[in-house]
Nanobody, 124 residues
Framework: QVQLVESGGGSVQAGGSLRLSCAAS????????MGWFRQAPGKEREGVAV???????RYADSVKGRLTISNDNAKNTPYLQMNNLKPEDTAMYYC???????????????????RGQGTQVTVS
């Protein structure tokens, strides 16, 4: 069963922080690579971060040093810690799963077959 449910979005001022969570089904968490992508109105999807089963991570250049992806294996939950947020980070953020880690590129998560419904992040 494929299930991905995001939470933790909201509205913050520039410089603020948010932590996104993604409740994943056991099947998808144990089978696929996990990641996050975002999409702002009128813009294409942008792969933000990926994490593989060993904990290796990749980030888009636009978020390096500010966003951190991590996994809680006991809870089947990937997280996205977002610090020093900027107005250009405003977007719908999606948790995603697929076999994209082999590419070694954060951008590939935007092409995932499996994703959640998204959680809105607004930075003003």
């Amino acid at each position: 069963q494929v299930q991905l449910v995001e939470s933790g979005g909201g509205s913050v001022q520039a410089g603020g922080s948010l932590r996104l969570s993604c409740a994943a089904s056991r099947y998808i968490y144990s089978t696929y690579c996990m990641g996050w992508f975002r999409q702002a109105p009128g813009k294409e999807r942008e792969g933000v971060a990926v994490i593989d089963r060993k904990g290796s991570t990749r980030y888009a250049d636009s978020v390096k040093g500010r966003l951190t992806i991590s996994n809680d294996n006991a809870k089947n939950t990937p997280y996205l810690q977002m610090n020093n947020l900027k107005p250009e980070d405003t977007a719908m953020y999606y948790c995603a799963a697929d076999r994209f880690c082999a590419y070694g590129l954060a951008s590939k998560v935007a092409d995932s077959r499996y994703r959640g419904q998204g959680t809105q992040v607004t930075v003003s």
